[in-house]
């Protein structure tokens, strides 16, 4: 099956955020998410799977970022049940480009946020520098 780029993200998609390493990101003390990962006055970024692995996904982050970030990944069902939509957003240079926004807002509060963190699921932990 081919990914198109402009379909609906499905719930049983996976959805991956680079996490930078620092700490409106990540919490090095409690090693886990910061509530701050996805808490934004703008749309959040995030990777559609688009049918590729989680080792190629990874790779395609580890070229795009610093070697320290690190890699989440959360379904797009858990991103509806904590009351954002998921919107396919392709860019240019990235057709598995998608966001995360709440229900008439441009980005995401502190307690959807919480909520989106405490369902991601990590992928690979970022390092400090």
């Not at 099956?1 to 990101?25: C, G, K, Q, W």
């Not at 890699?71 to 919107?87: D, M």
Request: hydrophobic share 35%; charged share 25%; aromatic share 8%.
């Amino acid at each position: 099956m081919t990914f198109n780029p402009d379909s609906a993200v499905d719930n049983s998609e996976n959805l991956y955020r680079a996490i930078r390493p620092f700490p409106d990101h990540w919490n090095f003390e409690k090693n886990r998410l910061s509530s701050g990962f996805y808490k934004s006055n703008k749309p959040i970024s995030v990777d559609r799977e688009g049918g590729r692995s989680t080792e190629e996904i990874i790779v395609t982050f580890k070229t795009s970022f610093d070697k320290n970030f690190g890699v989440s990944k959360v379904l797009a069902k858990k991103c509806r049940e904590c009351g954002t939509e998921v919107l396919p957003d392709k860019l240019p240079d990235n057709i598995y480009h998608a966001i995360i926004i709440e229900k008439g807002k441009h980005g995401i509060s502190g307690s959807k946020a919480k909520c989106l963190a405490n369902a991601s699921v990590l992928i690979v932990l970022p390092t400090q520098t």
